[in-house]
């Protein structure tokens, strides 16, 4: 899965590998209120929540989740 991110990042093409990131959205919506639910910390998947959200809301919801990376490039 890593070497699949690393080219995908490499290509500047974001395949949806594991579903369009849309959808892996609102799957992390779902896990995060499953950890809080249970007492657990959730404060690093609503960081990366966010990166998806500003994504999607940019029109990338149809790529995957190398996608985000796009982000993290800009603001290093």
């Known amino acids: ?11 500047g093409e974001h395949p949806p590998d594991l579903g369009p990131l849309r959808v ?7 896990m995060i209120g499953h950890r ?6 959730a404060i690093r998947m609503r960081q ?14 149809e790529q995957g989740f190398s996608s985000l990376f796009e982000l993290l490039a800009k603001e290093g």
């Not at 892996?24 to 779902?30: E, I, Y």
């Open 1 to 11: 899965m890593l070497t699949g991110i690393a080219k995908a990042v490499a290509s």
């Open 24 to 30: 892996q959205a609102a799957l992390m919506d779902c």
């Open 36 to 41: 809080e639910s249970a007492g657990a910390e």
């Open 48 to 61: 990366v929540k966010e990166l998806m959200d500003r994504r999607i809301a940019d029109g990338h919801g």
